[in-house]
């Protein structure tokens, strides 16, 4: 072991960079990889993969430009390449997660020269952080971790800019940099890192100029990134506003800006409280109830051999940051986290270390990590390995349970398909579907009803949609009027009536029942279906005699 150890550490003093990258990649397949067998399709990406299935390149518009109209470029470059393939997509959705957490390494070692453990740190725990928990939606997190990787590589190229010494070299570097910036126009979840970015540009040049650092130097850095910034700001905040997310702190601080202000800061000591010790209480609270066995023990072994051995690896000489680069990375890593949180706060978005808004602990990915590993860094060396290990490794179980718990679901929805396709080989057009409390907690009716369009009309083009799936108690009162014969259902491009519907239901064994209105069912009927069982006829609207609608190939892979 020793030697093994010996070994390592002399390639990683050869290599440091390239090392630490195949560390990383490592780490993320032993957390992520299983997803990429497993595939399944979850949250929204139902919605956006019928959507390019019907409409190629343009689905993507169709369903991310009404909030975010810079935002499909990455999907257009990538599903073209992978097709609907969730084992390909999610490669390359943990690539992108890699690679940014390996552009937050390089970016912590710019804050000094004896960074290398430092960075490695931060790098793990962004990896492997308990608090984002939805790595298996992989279509709509594929935005995010390319946008991610965008704005760390601008970052870090900037600082590689300052240190530059010929001109050609900086010109080079700032050209990078700008132009990777431009990628936060994509989504706002990361705008905090670019507010954040004069503080980094000034503790750079401070490094570099000391006490003699003059205003124009600054500005002559950060001047484009201004422009960029600025220009961002009034075109999201003036300019373009959609449904959502909106921007409601302007308006709230207009009609009163005391209370607003306390509610403002009220929240952001709570959010910031959650994502720093939140998130690791949750994966102790449900790694607690987890049943030991050898893929828990493997996994979380092998996360913690793997973290370990990064930190060990580490050049001795070069292995803490002095005084001064500590200041930076405190400082830099402050301003991170508590600008991330700009977004969430500006717009009311919740935030929680559950599903579905443990998304926005992203926001603060990048300053989580770097504080905590700022903060390891203040304890003795192999107390601070031991703590990195130890964590490392229990993230890494809790995010293979996270993606278990995800693909069982994904089993239970394609039996779900599958009996109903059994038993109504064909619907009418115009069928509205309703079903109430079903035991999925990462799908929405809207997920499944993407389902439900692309079984049962797999060809439909651009044309309306022929059939809807509503959760009764979700939609009741809204785009379900009311448990009535003959009322008229209005969304999107679907058009039906209450007097066309089926309603199914799951019995104790989890079997699919499609009920009819003239039986009564004596058992137990989940949620709000007792209510609506006399809408459903499905004599009226199932087609038999006709090839059975099939559950999407694509998806069964």
């Known amino acids: 072991m020793k030697e093994m150890m010996e070994r390592l550490r002399e390639n990683g003093r050869r290599m440091p960079i390239l090392a630490m990258l195949a560390g990383l990649c490592l780490l993320g397949g032993v957390a992520y990889g299983g997803l990429i067998t497993t595939g399944g399709v979850y949250g929204d990406d139902p919605n956006v993969l019928y959507a390019y299935h019907r409409l190629g390149n343009g689905g993507f518009d169709a369903f991310y430009g009404w909030a975010r109209p810079f935002s499909t470029w990455v999907h257009k470059l990538v599903i073209p390449l992978t097709g609907i393939d969730m084992g390909r997509i999610n490669t390359v959705t943990i690539a992108f997660r890699v690679v940014s957490c390996w552009m937050l390494y390089l970016l912590v070692r710019e804050m000094g020269e004896e960074a290398q453990e430092t960075a490695w740190m931060a ?17 709509q997190f594929l935005l995010h971790f390319s946008v991610l990787t965008l704005v760390l590589f601008s970052l870090w190229a900037m600082a590689r800019a300052v240190k530059a010494e010929e001109r050609q070299a900086r010109s080079a570097w700032m050209g990078a940099a700008i132009l990777s910036a431009c990628g936060q126009v994509s989504i706002e979840y990361f705008i905090g890192l670019e507010l954040a970015r004069p503080v980094l540009l000034a503790m750079m040049l401070q490094e570099r100029e000391g006490k003699s650092l003059k205003g124009w130097r600054f500005w002559r850095y950060y001047a484009p990134f201004a422009v960029l910034l600025t220009g961002y700001l009034v075109w999201r905040v003036a300019l373009f506003k959609p449904a959502y997310p909106q921007i409601t702190i302007l308006e709230e601080l207009r009609i009163a800006p005391w209370e607003t202000m306390g509610e403002v800061l009220a929240r952001a000591g709570k959010d910031l409280v959650t994502v720093m010790a939140g998130a690791w209480e949750q994966m102790a609270r449900v ?14 072994a092998t996360g913690t051999v793997l973290a370990l051995a990064g930190a060990m690896i580490s050049e001795k000489e070069k292995a803490d940051l002095g005084g001064e680069g500590m200041k930076r990375l405190f400082i830099v890593g402050g301003s991170t986290l ?53 964590l490392a490794g229990m993230a890494v179980v809790f995010q293979r349970q996270a993606g278990a718990d995800y693909a069982r ?19 009418k057009e115009d ?16 997920n499944l009803n993407a389902l439900l369009n692309w079984t049962y009309d797999p060809e439909r083009g651009a044309g309306d949609e022929k059939y809807k799936m509503f959760e009764i108690d979700e939609r009741l009162g809204g785009a379900l009027p009311a448990l009535e014969p003959g009322a008229a259902v209005r969304h999107d491009s679907f058009r039906g009536s209450t007097s066309q519907a089926v309603v199914i239901a799951l019995d104790e064994n989890g079997k699919l029942m499609i009920l009819d209105s003239e039986m009564t069912y004596m058992g137990p009927l989940a949620g709000r279906t007792q209510e609506a069982a ?6 009226d609207v199932i087609i ?13 892979r």
């Open 409 to 427: 679901e994904w089993v239970l929805v394609q039996d779900l398909f599958t009996q109903l396709t059994q038993q109504a080989p064909q619907l």
């Open 431 to 446: 069928t509205l579907v309703l079903y109430d409390d079903f035991p999925l907690r990462y799908y929405s009716a809207n």
């Open 534 to 539: 006399h809408l459903s006829v499905p004599g």
């Open 544 to 556: 038999f005699g006709e090839n059975q609608a099939q559950f999407p190939e694509a998806l069964s």
């Open 123 to 139: 790098a793990v725990i962004a990896l492997v952080y308990p608090g984002f928990g939805q790595q298996a939606q992989a279509v």
């Open 338 to 390: 508590v600008l991330g949180g700009v977004p969430l706060w500006a717009s009311g978005t919740p935030l929680s270390v559950t599903h579905p808004w443990n998304r926005t602990t992203l926001c603060f990915l990048t300053g989580v990590s770097m504080v905590s590993a700022g903060a390891l860094m203040l304890l003795a060396r192999n107390l601070r390995r031991v703590l990195l290990a130890m």
């Open 287 to 300: 790694l607690g109830g987890t049943p030991i066995s050898g893929w828990v023990l493997a996994s979380g």
